[in-house]
């Protein structure tokens, strides 16, 4: 994400070095929860990071190069 300043540059957003959480990925994708793990179980989901409460995260690094792949076997 971009966000201007007053002065007219462009900034990256705070978020893009943040992990997305599931809920966030599925919401970008449109997609249910069980349908990324389904995915997941399947190898077709992006690398993800498990945090030591069991929370699972998608690094943005990850997601858009996951997004390329798929791009590519289109």
Not at 50 to 60: A, E, Q, V, Y
């Amino acid at each position: 994400m971009l966000i201007m300043n007053p002065e007219g540059l462009t900034l990256m957003a705070t978020t893009a070095g943040k992990p997305m959480t599931v809920a966030e990925f599925c919401t970008e994708l449109g997609i249910a929860r069980s349908t990324f793990y389904d995915r997941r179980q399947k190898g077709r989901a992006p690398r993800c990071l498990k945090l030591p409460n069991g929370d699972l995260r998608i690094r943005r690094t990850d997601y858009d190069r996951w997004l390329s792949s798929l791009e590519d076997a289109a």
